[in-house]
């Protein structure tokens, strides 16, 4: 349990290197979904696409951050 404390503090702390790493993961994440959903010959399906999966990415984000926390009961403290 105190690995997993440590490596939720690692990822999660401003001034460490994981957290640069966790913050650049999930930025070509995102670019990837745009890339692949701006992929499409005709530009109004493809904003659609665009903003459908954009949103569809955020809640997916906001909601297993939100079940991670319910889980584990676990706060980073700065």
Do not use: C, H
Not at 13 to 26: F, Q, T
Not at 48 to 57: C, H
Request: proline share 5%; net charge negative; aromatic share 12%.
């Amino acid at each position: 349990m105190e690995s997993l404390e440590l490596i939720a503090t690692s990822i999660f702390s401003p001034n460490s290197i994981w957290s640069v790493v966790a913050r650049g993961v999930v930025w070509l994440l995102v670019a990837v979904v745009i890339i692949v959903s701006t992929d499409a010959p005709d530009p109004v399906q493809s904003l659609k696409d665009l903003k459908s999966n954009l949103g569809f990415f955020l809640m997916f984000l906001i909601l297993s951050g939100g079940l991670v926390y319910l889980l584990f009961s676990y706060a980073p403290a700065a």
